[in-house]
């Protein structure tokens, strides 16, 4: 199991996940683990991740490839939710296990920029009833500028 | 047989739909004349990226589909 990506639906729990996905790489060195939720932002009420069913998933699939060659990775785990959340609901989940520690923490690091402002998502909130669309932040972008070498 | 328009995101509100179906084939100008007034003004701008059957292209003043293709409207991503 190198390489285990999904796209959900409905809510997950990330222990429910990261527990089997770490006990499939007997003889790794370090495991590192991220989870976004839903902040819990003064009067939103929630939030909703839309994506295109042609282009998400392979470009996740492409995400944890790309994370596994370049860090050397024994195994990625990437698991993101589309469809309305409430605050405190799991978003994202990215877990990578590697030989040595560096690799698992600059992968998920990595993945978690390419997720956030380089895969096909659009994500919107509701605040007093109504809808409103988020625009990427200038700062995902320099983020994610930092893995061009 | 038509090309079916997919609207995602912000593209979704302007469009007042998540899907049309125009008659094809269909170039760059011809989706321009399908999309009127603010939504066509955003489709032509720079953010705004294209994709036919699931590839995204490089050069979306190329486009070039056929009746029985999907074409995607794509905006600026927020994923995560």
């Given at each position: 199991m190198a390489k285990d990506v999904r796209l959900l639906s409905e809510p997950f729990n990330p222990g429910d996940l990261v527990g089997p996905f770490t006990d499939?790489?007997?003889?790794?060195g370090g495991v590192c683990t991220f989870v976004g939720e839903v902040r819990s932002d003064g009067d939103v009420e929630a939030l909703e991740l839309s994506h295109y069913e042609p282009l998400t998933l392979p470009g996740m699939n492409a995400v944890a490839d790309e994370a596994i060659e370049r860090f050397g990775l024994m195994g990625i785990l990437i698991v993101h939710r589309v469809g309305e959340m409430r605050p405190g609901e799991p978003i994202v989940l990215v877990s990578a296990c590697a030989r040595h520690r560096r690799g698992a923490i600059d992968a998920v690091d990595f993945a978690m920029d390419h997720l956030k402002s380089d895969s096909w998502f659009w994500k919107r909130e509701k605040r007093g009833g109504g809808w409103t669309w988020i625009e990427p932040r200038e700062e995902d972008h320099s983020d994610l500028a930092r893995w061009t070498v | 047989m038509a090309v079916k328009l997919v609207f995602l995101g912000k593209l979704a509100d302007l469009a007042a739909a998540s899907e049309k179906d125009v008659a094809g084939p269909l170039d760059w100008a011809g989706l321009l004349d399908a999309l009127p007034g603010p939504l066509g003004e955003a489709v032509k701008g720079d953010k705004v990226r294209v994709a036919i059957d699931g590839v995204v292209l490089?050069?979306?003043?190329?486009l070039a589909a056929a009746d029985g293709q999907e074409i995607a409207l794509l905006p600026p991503v927020s994923g995560g």
């Open positions: 499939a790489h007997p003889g790794l | 490089a050069d979306k003043t190329a």
